[in-house]
């Protein structure tokens, strides 16, 4: 069993940065690709970055392309979501996860494809 625990998050006027934080403890010896995911009121969640074991594979939706950077440092078991040039439509809670896998270089952008969740964090973007 794997425990995810979220930090950063809050509020911020558009322009603005924020850094998401997701801590993993428990069963942390086998590999595990990361991503996150958020989820804006009355809307689905949906895949915002992801990166593999490895770190050196990420993938991003197109509406943070340039704005968002995913990273990770295993040995502190953590994953970052660095957010700059904040819009009000990134206004949504956000949710980290964790994938169990043989694949060092797998990234994954399904929510289905995922075995453990962060508790959520509130990311609230003012124009």
């Known amino acids: 069993q794997v425990q995810l625990v979220q930090s950063g998050g809050g509020l911020v006027q558009a322009g603005g940065s924020l850094r998401l934080s997701c801590a993993a403890s428990?069963?942390?010896?086998?590999?595990?690709?990361m991503g996150w995911f958020r989820q804006a009121l009355g809307k689905e969640r949906e895949f915002v970055a992801g990166i593999s074991w490895s770190g050196g594979r990420m993938e991003y939706v197109d509406s943070v392309k340039g704005r968002f950077t995913i990273s990770r440092d295993n040995g502190k078991i953590t994953t970052y979501l660095q957010m700059n040039s904040l819009k009000p439509e990134d206004t949504a809670v956000y949710y980290c996860?964790?994938?169990?896998?043989?694949?060092?270089?797998?990234?994954?952008?399904?929510?289905?494809?995922?075995?453990?969740w962060g508790q959520g964090t509130q990311v609230t973007v003012s124009s």
């Open positions: 996860a964790a994938r169990r896998t043989g694949n060092i270089y797998g990234v994954y952008v399904n929510a289905v494809e995922y075995d453990y």
């Open positions: 428990g069963r942390t010896f086998s590999t595990y690709g």
